[in-house]
């Protein structure tokens, strides 16, 4: 047995078709602003993405190289899926129940995150172009506010 066979079977997952699944808060879906029930509605997926062009990367540190694939809805349905099922790398740690929420927010530190750098590249990846390993920049340490 596949070792995700239980998530794949519980997205009825048919072989002409991706998906794309997400088990994490960061992501952002924005409602459209027009509906239209004679058509079928629309969808853009926007996700990070390796650039074309590396040096475009070296000369513009603060853009995020993102593709964006626009699709027709063909269906909506909502999916229950057994937490087992659920590869444990990807799962959500569960919130601690200690009174962690009423921290002094002056004394908080800002959270850090790191830029998005695909699951595929290691730390030892070699550049394609240069063949001389990648170095981690600027962009791997982002603070938010």
């Given at each position: 047995?596949?070792?995700?066979?239980?998530?794949?079977?519980?997205l009825?997952?048919?072989d002409?078709?991706?998906?794309?699944?997400?088990?994490?808060?960061?992501?952002?879906?924005v409602?459209?602003?027009?509906?239209?029930?004679?058509?079928?509605?629309?969808?853009?997926?926007?996700?990070?993405?390796?650039?074309?062009?590396?040096?475009?990367?070296?000369t513009?540190?603060?853009?995020?190289?993102?593709?964006?694939?626009?699709?027709?809805?063909?269906?909506?349905?909502?999916?229950?899926?057994?937490?087992?099922?659920?590869p444990?790398?990807?799962?959500?740690?569960?919130?601690?129940?200690?009174?962690?929420?009423?921290?002094?927010?002056?004394?908080?530190?800002?959270?850090?995150?790191?830029?998005?750098?695909?699951?595929?590249?290691?730390?030892?990846?070699?550049?394609?172009?240069s063949?001389?390993?990648?170095?981690?920049?600027?962009?791997?340490?982002?603070?938010?506010?």
């Amino acid at each position: 047995m596949m070792p995700n066979a239980g998530l794949l079977e519980a997205l009825h997952r048919r072989d002409d078709t991706f998906y794309v699944v997400s088990f994490s808060g960061d992501h952002l879906l924005v409602p459209a602003l027009a509906h239209n029930n004679s058509l079928r509605p629309k969808m853009s997926l926007v996700l990070p993405a390796l650039p074309f062009n590396t040096s475009s990367m070296d000369t513009a540190t603060s853009s995020v190289t993102m593709m964006q694939i626009d699709c027709e809805v063909l269906d909506t349905r909502m999916v229950e899926l057994n937490e087992r099922d659920i590869p444990s790398h990807l799962r959500q740690t569960k919130p601690a129940t200690s009174s962690s929420h009423h921290k002094n927010i002056s004394t908080e530190e800002e959270p850090v995150r790191r830029s998005y750098r695909p699951y595929f590249l290691r730390n030892n990846f070699v550049d394609p172009y240069s063949h001389s390993p990648l170095q981690p920049g600027p962009r791997d340490r982002t603070t938010f506010p």
